[in-house]
């Protein structure tokens, strides 16, 4: 088995804040995710990426950017944090091979902006 | 356009009870349909999935669920819940392609009365 481990699990920034959100994960999957959770919203996609250095925009990548240096790593950063926004970040892996396309989810970062 | 609707924002059911969780979708390819399980405070975890055959499908901690592509649904169902099954479910669809194609709906909280 594998894990995926998010950092921090707790993030307070202030109103227009750089801030960035840390995914790794040992299953050697070749696709990563990163989306946002909001209360009574569901899951939304914010970006994804393939393989190492691929980035791919998802519905809600505005106001964010990501990186994917390596395999095994991917990063999310808010680049301009909104005031009173609060959220969950989940960090997502999946491998697409026959017959399993699901997805391992990290914890997750809790988001407070002051 | 693609969509996962779980009409019950939230479930409240008495210990030992049965329990069914609705789940419709709208897609327009053969989808592959998940259903995960959010505990507070932690990720999401795959309880069970469905690409095709049998459309009932046997997950984790006895629960099931059944695809019927003539009501585009995937109800999941328990027998006799227990408390510790109170958390939040995600039904979720995707494509045979994999990558982005993953649809959340927006979640059922459920919450089992000792």
């Known amino acids: 088995g594998g894990i995926i481990t998010q950092t921090p699990k707790f993030l307070i920034g202030q109103e227009g804040q750089k801030l960035t959100l840390k995914c790794q994960q040992n299953?050697?999957?070749?696709?990563m995710y990163w989306y946002r959770q909001d209360s009574g919203k569901g899951l939304r996609l914010i970006y994804y990426s393939i393989t190492e250095n691929d980035l791919q925009k998802g519905d809600l990548s505005e106001g964010y950017d990501a990186s994917r240096e390596k395999k095994s790593s991917f990063s999310l950063t808010v680049t301009s944090a909104q005031k009173n926004e609060m959220a969950v970040f989940l960090c997502a892996s999946s491998i697409i091979q026959a017959l399993s396309y699901e997805q391992y989810f990290g914890p997750g970062t809790r988001l407070t902006v002051l | 356009a693609q969509s996962v609707t779980q009409p019950d924002a939230r479930v409240t059911v008495s210990e030992g009870a049965s329990l069914q969780l609705r789940c419709k979708y709208s897609y327009s390819a053969t989808p592959y349909l998940f259903w995960y399980v959010q505990y507070p405070r932690q990720g999401l975890q795959l309880l069970l999935k469905y690409y095709s055959g049998d459309p009932v499908v046997q997950g984790v901690n006895g629960f099931e669920a059944e695809f019927s592509k003539s009501n585009s649904s995937f109800h999941l169902r328990k027998a006799s819940v227990h408390w510790s099954d109170s958390a939040v479910y995600f039904c979720a669809v995707s494509h045979n392609t994999g990558y982005q194609n993953f649809y959340f709906g927006k979640g059922t909280s459920l919450t089992v009365i000792p």
């Open positions: 299953f050697n999957h070749d696709t």
